[in-house]
């Protein structure tokens, strides 16, 4: 019995759906690989200002988000060491509980013992593009620290050098986001797919 040909057309079509997930998944390995990498920065410079990047306010609900409390208290240990002489917060409004994280953030930092002279709020962004562009441009930044989860630290930096700042990142990683299942938790693992999609609407 003569052995049926394969359609050609149908074995590169094949061939290239395999090639594109071998591509994939060696993309997103690279982009993890880079977070991971990124995720040990700690070190602190001189700055014209602390940016805390800002993450949903309340969890649960009624709560402060202890992610987001990990954030804003490293932040403030920053000003309070002499590294900057002032707190930027930055985040506008939540989907999800339609809070101004800004506005919590900047009531952490109070708490926290930061005198609120000290603290400026950029309140209108939706993502961490956003977050660096809007606080660049209210308030005249060039040298910056940025404080955020560790996993978050790789797309913040590569998003804020793109803008121009001369940005150094510090992680916060008492945050239960990290410090749970660091590389492994949900938001560690879709953060390079965050970046690709950075990648795709030029903020990168």
């Not at 050098?161 to 693992?189: D, I, M, N, Q, Y």
Request: hydrophobic share 50%.
């Amino acid at each position: 019995m003569q052995r049926q040909t394969q359609n050609p057309i149908r074995r590169w079509l094949t061939r290239g759906i395999w090639g594109c997930l071998i591509v994939g998944v060696l993309l997103y390995l690279a982009l993890l690989t880079w977070v991971a990498a990124e995720s040990t920065r700690a070190t602190a410079v001189q700055a014209d200002a602390v940016i805390v990047l800002g993450a949903q306010a309340f969890f649960p609900a009624g709560r402060w988000n202890p992610c987001l409390v990990a954030r804003v208290e490293r932040g403030v240990e920053l000003v309070k060491a002499g590294f900057a002489p002032r707190l930027v917060v930055s985040g506008g409004v939540d989907i999800e509980d339609g809070a101004v994280e800004a506005q919590v953030m900047r009531d952490m930092a109070i708490q926290f013992g930061l005198n609120k002279n000290q603290i400026l709020l950029e309140e209108r962004s939706t993502s961490t593009a956003e977050n660096l562009r809007f606080s660049q441009k209210l308030f005249a930044l060039q040298k910056v620290l940025i404080v955020s989860d560790p996993f978050h630290l790789a797309r913040a930096g590569a998003l804020a050098r793109k803008l121009g700042l001369e940005a150094t990142v510090v992680g916060a990683p008492r945050s239960p986001c990290w410090s749970r299942f660091g590389l492994l938790s949900r938001f560690a693992l879709r953060e390079p797919l965050a970046i690709f999609e950075n990648w795709l609407r030029g903020d990168l």
